[in-house]
Protein backbone atom coordinates (compact mmCIF):
# COMPACT_ATOMS: atom_id res chain seq x y z
CA UNK A 1 0.00 0.00 0.00
CA UNK A 2 1.25 3.45 -1.15
CA UNK A 3 0.98 5.74 1.60
CA UNK A 4 1.34 9.14 -0.37
CA UNK A 5 0.79 8.64 -4.34
CA UNK A 6 0.82 11.36 -7.15
CA UNK A 7 -0.18 11.59 -10.56
CA UNK A 8 1.29 11.35 -13.01
CA UNK A 9 4.29 10.18 -12.35
CA UNK A 10 6.18 12.38 -15.55
CA UNK A 11 4.41 15.42 -17.42
CA UNK A 12 5.54 16.53 -20.40
CA UNK A 13 3.82 19.79 -22.05
CA UNK A 14 4.07 22.62 -23.99
CA UNK A 15 4.37 26.64 -22.70
CA UNK A 16 0.99 28.13 -21.94
CA UNK A 17 -0.61 24.91 -20.99
CA UNK A 18 -3.00 24.21 -18.17
CA UNK A 19 -1.94 20.96 -15.93
CA UNK A 20 -2.98 19.21 -12.66
CA UNK A 21 -0.88 16.75 -10.55
CA UNK A 22 -3.22 14.56 -8.31
CA UNK A 23 -1.80 13.48 -4.71
CA UNK A 24 -3.43 11.02 -2.18
CA UNK A 25 -2.91 9.91 1.32
CA UNK A 26 -4.18 6.97 2.99
CA UNK A 27 -2.10 8.15 6.99
CA UNK A 28 -5.32 9.62 8.03
CA UNK A 29 -2.89 12.83 8.28
CA UNK A 30 -4.15 16.15 8.42
CA UNK A 31 -1.91 18.02 6.78
CA UNK A 32 -0.40 17.90 2.96
CA UNK A 33 1.71 20.16 1.35
CA UNK A 34 3.23 20.67 -2.31
CA UNK A 35 6.96 20.79 -2.44
CA UNK A 36 8.79 21.85 -5.84
CA UNK A 37 12.33 20.56 -6.37
CA UNK A 38 14.44 22.82 -8.98
CA UNK A 39 17.15 21.23 -11.08
CA UNK A 40 19.76 22.01 -7.92
CA UNK A 41 17.80 20.09 -6.11
CA UNK A 42 16.92 22.31 -3.57
CA UNK A 43 13.54 21.76 -2.12
CA UNK A 44 11.10 24.83 -1.17
CA UNK A 45 7.45 24.18 -0.03
CA UNK A 46 4.88 25.80 -1.85
CA UNK A 47 1.92 24.77 -0.33
CA UNK A 48 0.12 23.51 3.01
CA UNK A 49 -3.32 22.79 3.60
CA UNK A 50 -4.58 21.38 7.29
CA UNK A 51 -8.63 20.39 7.17
CA UNK A 52 -9.32 21.89 3.73
CA UNK A 53 -7.41 25.38 4.73
CA UNK A 54 -4.33 26.70 3.77
CA UNK A 55 -2.05 27.59 6.46
CA UNK A 56 0.83 29.14 4.19
CA UNK A 57 1.16 30.28 0.80
CA UNK A 58 4.88 30.77 0.09
CA UNK A 59 5.40 33.09 -2.72
CA UNK A 60 4.65 31.36 -5.64
CA UNK A 61 2.71 32.67 -8.43
CA UNK A 62 -0.76 32.46 -8.56
CA UNK A 63 -0.50 30.76 -11.67
CA UNK A 64 -0.54 27.46 -9.38
CA UNK A 65 -3.10 26.58 -7.14
CA UNK A 66 -3.97 23.81 -4.27
CA UNK A 67 -7.06 22.23 -4.50
CA UNK A 68 -8.33 20.19 -1.69
CA UNK A 69 -11.73 18.23 -2.29
CA UNK A 70 -11.25 16.15 1.28
CA UNK A 71 -8.50 15.63 3.68
CA UNK A 72 -6.92 12.53 1.69
CA UNK A 73 -6.29 14.80 -1.40
CA UNK A 74 -4.26 17.86 -2.40
CA UNK A 75 -4.00 18.34 -6.00
CA UNK A 76 -2.50 21.38 -7.84
CA UNK A 77 -3.38 22.92 -10.85
CA UNK A 78 -0.81 25.13 -12.75
CA UNK A 79 -2.12 27.65 -15.67
CA UNK A 80 0.10 29.18 -18.30
CA UNK A 81 3.16 26.98 -17.77
CA UNK A 82 6.11 28.59 -18.31
CA UNK A 83 9.90 26.75 -19.17
CA UNK A 84 10.42 27.98 -15.33
CA UNK A 85 7.96 25.52 -13.91
CA UNK A 86 10.25 22.73 -14.95
CA UNK A 87 10.91 20.83 -11.57
CA UNK A 88 10.07 17.66 -9.90
CA UNK A 89 7.43 17.79 -8.10
CA UNK A 90 6.62 16.69 -4.84
CA UNK A 91 3.34 16.12 -2.46
CA UNK A 92 4.06 15.28 1.30
CA UNK A 93 1.84 14.72 4.45
CA UNK A 94 2.37 14.67 7.79
CA UNK A 95 0.30 14.11 10.68
CA UNK A 96 -0.88 17.41 12.33
CA UNK A 97 1.06 19.74 10.40
CA UNK A 98 3.76 21.59 12.77
CA UNK A 99 7.26 21.31 11.45
CA UNK A 100 7.92 18.72 14.19
CA UNK A 101 6.14 16.38 12.28
CA UNK A 102 7.86 13.61 10.24
CA UNK A 103 6.91 14.65 6.37
CA UNK A 104 5.88 11.56 4.29
CA UNK A 105 6.34 12.58 0.57
CA UNK A 106 5.13 11.22 -2.41
CA UNK A 107 6.88 9.62 -5.56
CA UNK A 108 7.09 12.73 -7.19
CA UNK A 109 5.82 13.93 -9.72
CA UNK A 110 8.66 15.03 -12.99
CA UNK A 111 7.55 18.16 -14.98
CA UNK A 112 9.26 19.54 -18.00
CA UNK A 113 7.72 22.26 -19.81
CA UNK A 114 8.84 22.73 -23.55
CA UNK B 1 22.54 34.52 5.35
CA UNK B 2 20.25 31.58 4.25
CA UNK B 3 18.18 29.88 6.54
CA UNK B 4 19.86 26.75 6.66
CA UNK B 5 22.79 25.63 5.10
CA UNK B 6 24.89 22.64 3.78
CA UNK B 7 28.19 21.85 2.57
CA UNK B 8 26.20 20.38 -0.84
CA UNK B 9 29.54 17.74 -1.42
CA UNK B 10 29.80 15.65 -3.03
CA UNK B 11 31.89 13.90 0.02
CA UNK B 12 33.76 10.99 -1.88
CA UNK B 13 34.61 7.98 0.70
CA UNK B 14 35.44 4.67 0.71
CA UNK B 15 33.24 2.07 1.76
CA UNK B 16 33.78 1.50 5.69
CA UNK B 17 35.00 5.00 5.79
CA UNK B 18 33.51 7.25 8.52
CA UNK B 19 32.05 10.89 7.21
CA UNK B 20 30.53 13.55 8.77
CA UNK B 21 28.02 16.53 8.12
CA UNK B 22 27.62 20.10 9.30
CA UNK B 23 23.71 21.85 9.09
CA UNK B 24 24.13 25.58 9.80
CA UNK B 25 20.78 26.76 10.80
CA UNK B 26 20.14 30.61 11.01
CA UNK B 27 17.14 30.69 13.38
CA UNK B 28 18.04 30.81 17.33
CA UNK B 29 13.95 29.93 17.70
CA UNK B 30 14.10 26.51 15.94
CA UNK B 31 12.51 23.38 17.67
CA UNK B 32 12.96 21.12 15.57
CA UNK B 33 15.79 19.39 13.75
CA UNK B 34 15.69 16.34 11.33
CA UNK B 35 17.58 14.30 8.79
CA UNK B 36 16.25 13.23 5.81
CA UNK B 37 17.72 10.84 2.90
CA UNK B 38 17.13 11.31 -0.41
CA UNK B 39 18.23 9.22 -3.08
CA UNK B 40 18.46 9.82 -7.02
CA UNK B 41 15.39 10.13 -8.24
CA UNK B 42 13.33 9.59 -5.38
CA UNK B 43 11.59 11.15 -2.42
CA UNK B 44 13.10 12.53 0.53
CA UNK B 45 12.86 10.06 3.46
CA UNK B 46 13.37 10.56 7.53
CA UNK B 47 16.49 9.21 8.55
CA UNK B 48 16.27 10.34 12.16
CA UNK B 49 15.27 13.51 14.16
CA UNK B 50 18.31 14.81 16.22
CA UNK B 51 17.44 15.60 19.85
CA UNK B 52 18.80 18.17 21.99
CA UNK B 53 20.99 15.35 23.88
CA UNK B 54 22.09 13.50 20.59
CA UNK B 55 20.68 10.55 19.82
CA UNK B 56 22.40 7.33 17.93
CA UNK B 57 20.41 4.67 15.33
CA UNK B 58 22.93 2.07 14.44
CA UNK B 59 25.67 3.45 12.35
CA UNK B 60 24.17 7.14 12.17
CA UNK B 61 24.99 9.54 15.23
CA UNK B 62 23.05 12.96 15.10
CA UNK B 63 24.15 15.69 17.37
CA UNK B 64 22.66 19.54 18.43
CA UNK B 65 24.71 21.85 19.12
CA UNK B 66 22.54 25.08 20.00
CA UNK B 67 25.44 27.53 21.27
CA UNK B 68 26.74 27.50 17.47
CA UNK B 69 23.58 26.80 16.08
CA UNK B 70 24.12 23.18 13.86
CA UNK B 71 23.61 19.90 14.00
CA UNK B 72 25.75 17.09 12.57
CA UNK B 73 25.10 13.65 11.52
CA UNK B 74 28.23 10.90 11.46
CA UNK B 75 28.06 7.77 9.60
CA UNK B 76 30.46 5.45 10.75
CA UNK B 77 31.41 2.28 8.33
CA UNK B 78 30.17 3.44 4.98
CA UNK B 79 28.23 0.95 2.72
CA UNK B 80 27.37 1.36 -0.69
CA UNK B 81 23.95 1.72 -0.12
CA UNK B 82 24.51 5.05 1.87
CA UNK B 83 25.58 6.92 -1.35
CA UNK B 84 22.61 9.35 -1.24
CA UNK B 85 21.67 13.26 -0.68
CA UNK B 86 20.80 13.90 3.12
CA UNK B 87 18.88 17.30 3.75
CA UNK B 88 19.40 19.23 7.00
CA UNK B 89 15.47 20.11 7.86
CA UNK B 90 14.64 22.69 10.48
CA UNK B 91 11.54 23.74 12.42
CA UNK B 92 10.79 26.92 14.59
CA UNK B 93 7.54 25.51 15.85
CA UNK B 94 5.44 26.95 12.98
CA UNK B 95 3.88 25.30 10.19
CA UNK B 96 6.86 25.52 7.91
CA UNK B 97 9.96 23.02 7.72
CA UNK B 98 12.90 24.61 6.37
CA UNK B 99 15.00 22.45 4.22
CA UNK B 100 18.70 22.82 3.34
CA UNK B 101 20.13 21.73 -0.29
CA UNK B 102 21.30 18.66 0.44
CA UNK B 103 24.79 17.47 1.27
CA UNK B 104 25.94 14.62 -1.62
CA UNK B 105 27.18 11.25 -0.62
CA UNK B 106 29.25 8.98 -2.63
CA UNK B 107 30.45 5.59 -1.16
CA UNK B 108 32.68 4.12 -3.44
CA UNK B 109 34.45 0.02 -2.95
Known amino acids: DTAVSQTPKYLVTQMGNDKSIKCEQNLGHDTMYWYKQDSKKFLKIMFS???????INETVPNRFSPKSPDKAHLNLHINSLELGDSAVYFC?????????????FGPGTRLTVL | RKEVEQDPGPFNVPEGATVAFNCTYS??????FFWYRQDCRKEPKLLMSVYSSGNEDGRFTAQLNRASQYISLLIRDSKLSDSATYLCVVGGGSYIPTFGRGTSLIVHP
Open chain 1, 92 to 104: ASSQEGLDTDTQY
Open chain 1, 49 to 55: YNNKELI
Open chain 2, 27 to 32: NSASQS
